[in-house]
């Protein structure tokens, strides 16, 4: 079965521009979310997405949206970038099993944004 | 918010060596994972564990709930387990957030 894919794996935008990353889960998979990964603020909780509907939220700015396609894929939108917005992406899907069982997250390998 | 802490931050060991790395979270929670992430970023997946004990070859995790930690042994350390470890967890009906430790930096010396 294939993992998690996310494109593009890396990115350069200038400051004011927004950028679209986007994430394909393993099959069967129902759960996605995003993560931030900075070196002063580590692994972060962006959002999460299950059937098409966000169920989660970070503590990130509205400036970060996203959202997820009726075959699970997932998409996230930054716009009006900030050289602090450089950082991995990181995305992760899991089964969701709605009555109990384990819950893993797989974790796709990222795109790496550059704002200059 | 749950709080996640790692210990310790740094380790350096000779290849051939044993080490543990430890996971203390503030709450109750019903996922935790360990993952190891390589020189490119990627997280990968090294055990599924909010209670209990695995094996999985020369590493093993065990996570006492009631007492709120997790430790991760690595045994005959090899430089290709050099990286970051990170814990994780998620507590209550927090959908999908798991939220991370600050990292443990292995580094293994031939």
């Known amino acids: 079965k294939a993992g998690v894919t996310q494109t593009p794996r890396y990115l350069i935008k200038t400051r004011g521009q927004q950028v679209t990353l986007s994430c394909s889960p393993i099959s069967g998979h129902r759960s996605v979310s995003w993560y931030q990964q900075t070196p002063g603020q580590g692994l972060q909780f962006l959002f999460e997405y299950f059937s098409e509907t966000q169920r989660n939220k970070g503590n990130f700015p509205g400036r970060f949206s996203g959202r997820q396609f009726s075959n699970s894929r997932s998409e996230m939108n930054v716009s009006t970038l900030e050289l602090g917005d450089s950082a991995l992406y990181l995305c992760?899907?899991?089964?969701?099993?709605?009555?109990?069982?384990?819950?893993?997250?797989?974790f796709g390998p990222g795109t790496r944004l550059t704002v200059l | 918010g749950i709080q996640v802490e790692q210990s310790p931050p740094d380790l350096i060991l000779q290849e051939g060596a044993n080490s543990t790395l430890r996971c203390n979270f503030s709450d109750s929670v019903n996922n935790l994972q360990w993952f190891h992430q390589n020189p490119w970023g990627q997280l990968i997946n090294l055990f599924y564990?909010?209670?209990g004990t695995k094996q999985n070859g020369r590493l093993s995790a065990t996570t006492v709930a009631t007492e709120r930690y997790s430790l991760l042994y690595i045994s005959s350390s090899q430089t290709t387990d050099s990286g970051v470890y990170f814990c994780?967890?998620?507590?209550?009906?927090?959908?999908?957030?798991?939220?991370f430790g600050q990292g443990t930096i292995l580094t293994v010396h031939p």
């Open positions: 564990i909010p209670s």
């Open positions: 994780a967890v998620r507590g209550g009906t927090s959908y999908g957030k798991l939220t």
């Open positions: 992760a899907s899991s089964l969701a099993p709605l009555a109990g069982g384990t819950d893993t997250q797989y």
